[in-house]
């Protein structure tokens, strides 16, 4: 079984798919984390989002593992660097890229035919895994999801204004929904939930009712 859990950034995606997976013994998979670990790649090794000759290299030498909440990256955990603003600011750069796009969903696609998943990220409904089971499109105010990321980033020791933070979740919501392949959009059959004003409770709540 698969369930898709999509929407834009600060929408509470992460957060309501890794409970979901837990109270339906599913395996959560933070598809954000992957495109986040290759974009960590791209900085530390400088590469040009234009050059398609690094691209191609640096796709080649990347090794990204799901091992629990963790993630790794050429078998180095990074599960809290690839949360820094730095990845932030250029991850939906990196993201759109077609290379980069189609090396992540082909090893997502490879994940989901293994095992009973629930995948949360932008696309996942409309085009990593069309057919799954249950699709759910999660979305909130702009002023909402900033917040949301301003005070995860705050906990985190990242030091950063709210204005700066709103401005940059605005600016990945433009990239994610104008990129060529795969844009951000809600799949004709996934069931809207807008998270303004709602607790992680009854979201799940929500999910939950339409599973059961």
Same mark, same amino acid.
């Given at each position: 079984?698969?369930?898709?859990?999509?929407?834009?950034? =600060?929408? %509470?995606?992460?957060?309501?798919?890794?409970?979901?997976?837990? +109270?339906?013994?599913?395996?959560?998979?933070?598809? %954000?984390?992957?495109?986040?670990?290759?974009?960590?790649?791209?900085?530390?090794?400088?590469?040009?989002?234009?050059?398609?000759?690094?691209?191609?290299?640096?796709?080649?030498?990347?090794?990204?593992?799901?091992? =629990?909440?963790?993630?790794?990256?050429?078998?180095?955990?990074?599960?809290?660097?690839?949360?820094?603003?730095?990845?932030?600011?250029?991850?939906?750069?990196?993201?759109?890229?077609?290379?980069?796009?189609?090396?992540?969903?082909?090893?997502?696609?490879?994940?989901?035919?293994?095992?009973?998943?629930?995948?949360? %990220?932008?696309?996942?409904?409309?085009? +990593?895994?069309?057919?799954?089971?249950?699709?759910?499109?999660?979305?909130?105010?702009?002023?909402?999801?900033?917040?949301?990321?301003?005070?995860?980033?705050?906990? &985190? =020791?990242?030091?950063?204004?709210?204005?700066?933070? &709103? !401005?940059?979740?605005?600016?990945?919501?433009?990239?994610?929904?104008?990129?060529?392949?795969?844009?951000?959009?809600?799949?004709?059959?996934?069931?809207?939930?807008?998270?303004? %004003?709602?607790?992680?409770?009854? +979201?799940?709540? &929500?999910?939950? !009712?339409?599973?059961?």
């Amino acid at each position: 079984m698969s369930i898709t859990i999509d929407g834009p950034a =600060g929408a %509470g995606k992460s957060t309501i798919a890794k409970i979901i997976a837990k +109270v339906k013994k599913l395996t959560y998979i933070d598809t %954000g984390a992957m495109y986040r670990a290759v974009t960590l790649k791209f900085i530390q090794n400088f590469v040009d989002t234009k050059d398609a000759q690094q691209i191609e290299a640096l796709l080649a030498d990347i090794r990204i593992e799901l091992i =629990g909440d963790d993630i790794y990256l050429n078998g180095t955990n990074v599960t809290e660097e690839i949360r820094s603003p730095e990845v932030n600011q250029l991850v939906s750069e990196v993201a759109k890229l077609s290379p980069v796009r189609k090396k992540m969903v082909e090893f997502q696609r490879t994940i989901a035919a293994a095992q009973n998943v629930v995948m949360d %990220g932008r696309d996942i409904g409309t085009f +990593v895994l069309p057919d799954a089971a249950y699709k759910f499109f999660l979305t909130a105010s702009i002023d909402e999801r900033a917040r949301r990321r301003f005070e995860e980033q705050r906990r &985190k =020791g990242f030091t950063t204004s709210l204005e700066d933070v &709103k !401005s940059e979740i605005s600016n990945r919501d433009r990239i994610d929904t104008e990129r060529e392949l795969a844009p951000l959009i809600q799949a004709e059959d996934a069931i809207l939930i807008d998270t303004t %004003g709602l607790s992680i409770e009854k +979201v799940v709540d &929500k999910i939950l !009712s339409y599973i059961q």
